[in-house]
């Protein structure tokens, strides 16, 4: 399979949106995350995400097919509750970017696209001038019962590409996993990468 990866911004990001949409439902919807995807919810989120005027949307592309895709923009941007807990510790959100999902259907995945996704971001990131990088992953306890046999997590490759998880910095989310009747709050751990 040949994967094009393509950084995409401003008015073009538009284009993308249900594409952005289906792949976060569809990867999600797996462990860690186990979501239980809401085509409703799923437009109001992704039209934040388009509204935010740094934005940048990388897209993998099989032809003109998109099979992955990765979001970044400026932490000033985000909801409040992402933003607090560098606040409460004094890190300035002026210089940091935010890594938000980065998605991609399991048969196109060790194929480098994870990297060029991050290589991607990165590249948003200084030019935007950030001094620095974060996301957030999902805490799941090592015995989760929907964890599965022979699961990897991907602390390795982030600590490969020069992330480190900040004891502490941690935030909420909420969403609706499968066979869960409501929203229930998750805990995200936030991991972070200066810049040179």
Same mark, same amino acid.
């Given at each position: 399979m040949s994967v094009t990866v393509r950084r995409i911004s401003g008015s073009e990001i538009a284009c993308h949106?249900? #594409?952005l949409a289906r792949l976060r439902i569809a990867v999600f919807a797996a462990f860690p995350y186990l979501y239980d995807g809401d085509p409703a919810y799923e437009a109001d989120y992704v039209k934040e995400f388009a509204a935010e005027p740094g934005s940048v949307l990388v897209a993998a592309f099989d032809g003109s097919r998109v099979?992955?895709?990765?979001?970044?923009?400026?932490m000033t941007g985000q909801k409040p509750e992402f933003q607090a807990p560098f606040e409460e510790r004094g890190i300035a959100t002026e210089g940091l970017f935010y890594f938000g999902e980065s998605v991609l259907l399991p048969e196109y995945r060790g194929q480098g696209v994870g990297?060029?996704?991050?290589d991607q971001r990165e590249a948003a990131a200084h030019a935007a001038g950030a001094d620095a990088a974060c996301f957030a992953a999902v805490i799941r306890p090592a015995d989760h019962p929907a964890r599965p046999a022979g699961y990897s997590?991907? #602390?390795r490759f982030?600590?490969?590409r020069g992330y480190e998880p900040v004891s502490g910095l941690v935030t909420q989310l909420a969403w609706k996993e499968h066979g869960e009747a409501v929203e229930t709050s998750k805990s995200m751990q936030y991991w972070l990468r200066r810049f040179p």
């Open positions: 949106l249900a #594409d099979v992955g895709a990765a979001t970044a923009s400026p990297h060029a996704f991050f997590p991907l #602390d982030w600590h490969r």
